[in-house]
């Protein structure tokens, strides 16, 4: 059984979709290959369950309906194999539509993680941030117990609020929409997103 989160939020509740303003992202504390991540809706039931792909040159992961893997949702796929900055696609498993895609900022990010948020056309409409410099220096060099909080703009307008919780042994991170208050940002997006710094990011944890 998969441990639903303890805190509860408020908004609207549509279970199993895109339509909440918040989640909870929580990392499977121990998958034999591979990564795995259960997104938890308002109720703390399980909206996703995504997994990255083990044995794969290119990262692939795949985001699901249920745990079960019964209904596909969407796929991240990267580029290019081995590239520190390389671009991620995230298509609509479903439709075989092109949502749009997430490139890291490789040099950039070695000292403060940084990210850009494409449009299906490849066209540059946003950016994802690590809180501070500061802070990020502080987690790289000295201890990597200070929880991470990344900002999310589209096109100049703050969107999304990923906080993660103190937690030395599994990453959780709160997933906040409610700023985008005009829902510009293509919800499958913004949590293809979450689950992509929870896999890549999550790693110098």
Same mark, same amino acid.
């Given at each position: 059984?998969?441990?639903?989160?303890?805190?509860?939020?408020?908004?609207?509740?549509?279970?199993?979709?895109?339509?909440?303003?918040?989640?909870?992202?929580?990392?499977?504390?121990?998958?034999?290959?591979?990564?795995?991540?259960?997104?938890?809706?308002?109720?703390?039931?399980?909206?996703?369950?995504?997994?990255?792909?083990?044995?794969?040159?290119?990262?692939?992961?795949?985001?699901?309906?249920?745990?079960?893997?019964?209904?596909?949702?969407?796929?991240?796929?990267?580029?290019?194999?081995?590239?520190?900055?390389?671009?991620?696609? @995230?298509?609509?498993?479903?439709?075989?539509?092109? &949502?749009? *895609? =997430?490139? +890291?900022?490789? %040099?950039?990010? !070695?000292?403060?993680?940084?990210?850009?948020?494409?449009?299906?056309?490849?066209?540059? @409409?946003?950016?994802?941030?690590?809180?501070?410099? &500061?802070? *990020? =220096?502080? +987690?790289?060099? %000295?201890?990597? !117990?200070?929880?991470?909080?990344?900002?999310?703009?589209?096109?100049?307008?703050?969107?999304?609020?990923?906080?993660?919780?103190?937690?030395?042994?599994?990453?959780?991170?709160?997933?906040?929409?409610?700023?985008?208050?005009?829902?510009?940002?293509?919800?499958?997006?913004?949590?293809?997103?979450?689950?992509?710094?929870?896999?890549?990011?999550?790693?110098?944890?």
């Amino acid at each position: 059984m998969t441990d639903a989160p303890q805190r509860r939020f408020s908004g609207d509740i549509v279970p199993g979709s895109f339509g909440s303003d918040r989640y909870l992202l929580r990392k499977r504390f121990f998958k034999l290959f591979g990564e795995g991540f259960h997104i938890f809706d308002p109720t703390g039931r399980v909206a996703f369950y995504a997994e990255m792909k083990a044995f794969r040159l290119k990262e692939d992961l795949r985001i699901y309906a249920d745990e079960e893997r019964r209904t596909e949702l969407l796929s991240i796929r990267a580029r290019s194999i081995l590239d520190f900055g390389t671009t991620y696609d @995230v298509t609509d498993a479903r439709t075989g539509e092109r &949502v749009g *895609a =997430l490139r +890291r900022k490789g %040099l950039r990010s !070695l000292l403060r993680d940084a990210w850009v948020v494409l449009d299906a056309n490849d066209r540059e @409409v946003g950016a994802i941030e690590e809180d501070n410099l &500061v802070l *990020a =220096l502080l +987690r790289r060099f %000295l201890i990597n !117990l200070v929880p991470q909080t990344f900002q999310g703009t589209l096109e100049g307008a703050h969107v999304f609020t990923f906080a993660q919780r103190f937690n030395p042994f599994i990453l959780k991170l709160e997933l906040d929409f409610t700023p985008d208050v005009g829902r510009r940002l293509d919800r499958r997006l913004g949590i293809a997103a979450a689950i992509l710094l929870g896999a890549i990011e999550g790693r110098q944890d």
